[in-house]
């Protein structure tokens, strides 16, 4: 998969559980809290929703490098590869 | 025959603008069952109907305002005679129509009845006009598009449905942005009511609004007391991090979960904190139906109760969390959800502040307020230690309590939180 097809799969996460936020402006590299004011709530949700969408097991030590959109695209990508 | 009222959600609620029937005249209605949705200040709520039987008519048609306690419809109970319904109590809009005069009021002597009705003085009911005219019928439209729509004043008829055949808000941004036919032009006067700016389909100058007259009425009305303890939360979330390290994503646990639970229990011990002051003064509840106040973003709250919350297992108590806060983001509420909380519960969350002073919700007679958690310096047994620790404060209404029931609460919710397995 590549980065745009990532990208999807983690917008499809985000608006699936603040769909609210769809069609807002969205900058990949600010934290979702810093910019929609998720809570811990709101980014667990985030979390349940983006392994439902994509399989991968999110252990809570990863959830730091999930806060952005770039660094969940990277993350995904990181997995990705090491199923392959 | 019933009358299927316009109910009150919240000592804030004056009217409410009806935005869908899910029910047509002579569908069987089933005890509980959500027949109907509102639009309030705290958005789209759905309405529960508390009697089984036939829909008989419907009184008040999609698109038309009505204050607290208008009757909605009438349901015929199960085996009852079919019977002549009253007159309707706002006189319905005829469809397609042009421009709506702005701020038609509804016959006086209905406005007098109603407020006669909820107990209060006719003068303080606000005029009810119509907000938009509205196709009624099975027009198939999602929540944030009925906002969007009722917002900006858009004539449903007007909208074209996607390819779906539903109206989601792209279809009702899209006649936006399209030139207007002149004789459909919403009046101005009444779309600049409507013109505000709003996020995620919610006016949230009129959430503000409903916020500012729960808590002017609360600050006037109660003798507030406040009591506060810093509890040890190390062996709550030491646990919940073992716990959620052997769950799959799907399985984990918020914190706030054991949490809730702990206060939930600890609001069963302590009735003089739990329930509802009204006319006669102080009415404990039965049940714990604890309210978990819900930021919106961009401002504002809203408090929807998890029911029985004291007598749910935490994976029970994490899905309906995790439903209710699915609903305050993008779906819909439940009537019942708004006027059954027995208590409220006020999490400030991290990278917040330290001490949270909440203000009670009336009719309720208690409010639980939790700061951040945070490392802080911790003494005991004459050693100094950094401890995850968080403050908690009650506010408690003096016609009810006093600061001891507060303690006893405080006392009683540390050592449930100490007992994280136990929950």
Redesign the interface.
């Known amino acids: 998969m590549n980065a745009e097809a990532f990208e999807q799969q983690v917008r499809a996460a985000l608006y699936a559980i603040a769909p609210d936020i769809e069609g807002e402006p969205l900058d990949a590299d600010v934290r979702y809290r810093d910019q929609f004011e998720f809570d811990s709530m709101d980014f667990l949700r985030f979390i349940m929703e983006l392994h439902r969408l994509t399989g991968v097991e999110i252990p809570e030590s990863d959830y730091p490098r999930l806060q952005t959109l770039n660094a969940g695209v990277a993350y995904l990508r990181g997995q990705g590869a090491r199923e392959d | 025959m019933s009358e299927f009222k316009m109910p009150s959600l919240g000592a804030d609620m004056e009217a409410g603008t009806l935005v869908e029937w899910m029910k047509q005249p002579g569908d069987r209605v089933e005890r509980g069952e959500v027949i109907a949705a509102v639009e309030t200040q705290k958005g789209a709520i759905e309405i529960e109907v508390f009697e089984t039987g036939v829909l008989e008519k419907i009184l008040v048609e999609v698109g038309q305002r009505a204050p607290v306690g208008t009757v909605l419809a009438m349901i015929r109970a199960e085996g009852a005679e079919q019977a002549v319904a009253p007159a309707p109590a706002v006189s319905p809009v005829s469809l397609p129509s042009p421009a709506p005069s702005p701020m038609a009021p509804t016959a006086p002597s209905v406005a007098t009845a109603v407020a006669a009705q909820v107990g209060r003085a006719a003068s303080a009911m606000p005029p009810v006009a119509p907000v938009a005219v509205l196709a009624p019928g099975a027009l198939k439209i999602t929540p944030?598009a009925m906002r969007r729509a009722l917002e900006l004043g858009i004539e449903l008829a007007r909208v074209q449905p996607g390819a779906d055949g539903v109206i989601g808000?792209r279809e009702v941004e899209a006649v936006v942005s399209a030139p207007s036919p002149a004789p459909e032009a919403p009046a101005p006067a009444a779309q600049a009511p409507r013109e505000r700016e709003a996020?995620?389909?919610?006016d949230l100058d009129e959430m503000r609004k409903a916020i500012a007259a729960a808590m002017s009425r609360s600050w006037r009305e109660i003798p507030h007391y406040f009591v506060s303890s810093t509890l040890d939360l190390s062996p709550m979330l030491d646990w919940l991090?073992r716990e959620?390290?052997q769950r799959?994503?799907?399985q984990?646990l918020?914190?706030?979960v054991p949490l809730i639970k702990a206060a939930a229990l600890a609001l069963k011990a302590t009735p003089a904190l739990n329930g509802h002051y009204g006319a006669d003064g102080f009415e404990p509840a039965k049940s714990v139906n604890l309210g978990i106040a819900v930021?919106m973003?961009?401002g504002g709250l809203i408090a929807p109760a998890i029911l029985d919350t004291d007598t749910l297992d935490l994976d029970t108590l994490m899905e309906r969390?995790?439903d209710l806060?699915?609903r305050v983001?993008?779906g819909r509420l439940r009537s019942s959800e708004l006027s059954a909380s027995t208590a409220t519960i006020s999490n400030l969350?991290?990278?917040t502040a330290d001490t949270l002073q909440p203000i009670i919700y009336p009719p309720q007679v208690a409010i639980i307020g939790c700061g951040r958690i945070a490392e802080r310096p911790w003494a005991q047994d004459d050693a100094l230690s950094a401890r995850r620790t968080l403050i908690v404060t009650v506010g408690g209404d003096h016609r009810v309590s006093d600061g001891r029931s507060a303690a006893n609460f405080l006392h009683r919710l540390d050592d449930l939180l100490r007992q994280p397995e136990r929950l």
């Not at chain 2, 996020?199 to 919610?202: A, F």
Request: proline residues 0%.
């Open positions: 944030a808000l996020r995620g389909g919610l991090q959620n390290a799959s994503v799907l984990r918020h914190y706030s930021a973003r961009g969390l995790n806060v699915a983001r993008g969350g991290e990278d």
